[in-house]
C-alpha cells in the first residue's frame, strides 16, 4: 500500500496506507488523526471507521482521549445515511439494567442523593454503580457520561 501511495498523486492513497498502518498497529491516537484527516476532506464514512477504531482501542487503554474518539465518531456517523460497515461497529460495554438507569440519570444531570431517593438506594451505592460505569466505558467521570453513552449506541 505504501508503495502505491508513493506513485498516486492526491492525498487519499497515502492516507489510505497511512490508515492501513496505524489500524495494524492498532495505534488509538494514529486512528484518532486519520480520522480528523479523512473528514478533513469530506470523507465521512472513512473518517467514521476511523474514530470507531480509535474509540474502540482508547476504551480498552482507558484513555482520557475516548471522549475526543466518541464526538468525531458520533459527528461523523451522523453525517452519513444510515451507514453500515463492519468497521463501524463500536464494541459496546456491557451494562447491567441498573448501571446503564442510574448512567442515564447520571448523565442528564441528577445528582447521586437524588439518584438514590429515586430508586430507594444509598448515595453510596450509587457511587458505586458510577465508579463501575466509568470503568466499562473508558471514562473519568459525569462529564463524559453523555458523549460515551451515545457512542455505545451500536449501529445496526
Not at 492501513?20 to 467514521?48: P, Q
Not at 461523523?76 to 451494562?95: G, H, I, N, Q
Request: proline share 4%.
Amino acid at each position: 500500500m505504501q508503495a502505491l501511495a508513493e506513485v498516486v498523486d492526491g492525498p487519499l492513497a497515502p492516507l489510505a496506507a497511512t490508515y492501513a498502518r496505524v489500524a495494524t498497529d492498532r495505534d488509538a491516537g494514529g486512528l484518532l488523526a486519520v480520522a480528523e484527516r479523512y473528514a478533513a476532506l469530506g470523507l465521512n464514512l472513512h473518517g467514521a471507521e476511523a474514530a470507531a477504531g480509535a474509540f474502540n482501542r482508547l476504551r480498552q487503554t482507558r484513555s482520557s482521549r475516548i471522549v475526543d474518539a466518541a464526538r468525531l465518531y458520533s459527528t461523523l456517523s451522523d453525517s452519513c445515511d444510515e451507514p453500515r460497515t463492519p468497521a463501524l461497529v463500536v464494541s459496546r460495554p456491557t451494562l447491567s439494567p441498573r448501571e446503564h438507569q442510574i448512567a442515564r440519570l447520571a448523565a442528564s444531570g441528577v445528582s447521586s442523593k437524588e439518584i438514590a431517593d429515586r430508586l430507594y438506594l444509598s448515595a453510596r451505592t450509587v457511587d458505586n454503580h458510577l465508579r463501575r460505569v466509568y470503568a466499562k466505558l473508558g471514562i473519568s467521570g459525569r462529564g463524559e457520561l453523555t458523549t460515551a453513552l451515545r457512542a455505545m449506541v451500536q449501529r445496526t
